[in-house]
């Protein structure tokens, strides 16, 4: 399942987000990196954050954070176990 560069951006902003923390959001400012600002507003089209230049997570968002930070976890963990 190949990831499209749209996505890997995406799920670079979404690991801005605390997961632990519905109450910790993000500002993305008009200086920031194009595809960082276009992964934001699709990020918010989505709706998974609250608004187009960062804000906080939705329920959905908040959802979709936890099942990254699980993925991640594992991924550190095998990284780990190899090296």
């Not at 996505?7 to 997961?19: A, H, K, S, Y």
């Not at 500002?27 to 998974?48: C, Q, W, Y």
């Not at 993925?71 to 780990?80: A, G, I, P, W, Y």
């Amino acid at each position: 399942m190949p990831l499209s560069k749209d996505i890997l951006d995406e799920i670079r902003v979404l690991t801005q987000f605390n997961p632990a923390s519905a109450l910790e959001g993000i500002k993305v400012h008009h200086t920031a990196d194009p595809s960082t600002i276009a992964a934001t507003e699709r990020l918010f089209a989505k709706e998974l954050i609250t608004q187009a230049d960062g804000g906080y997570l939705t329920s959905s968002g908040l959802e979709v954070i936890r099942h990254l930070d699980s993925l991640m976890t594992v991924l550190n963990c095998k990284d780990q176990e190899t090296a």
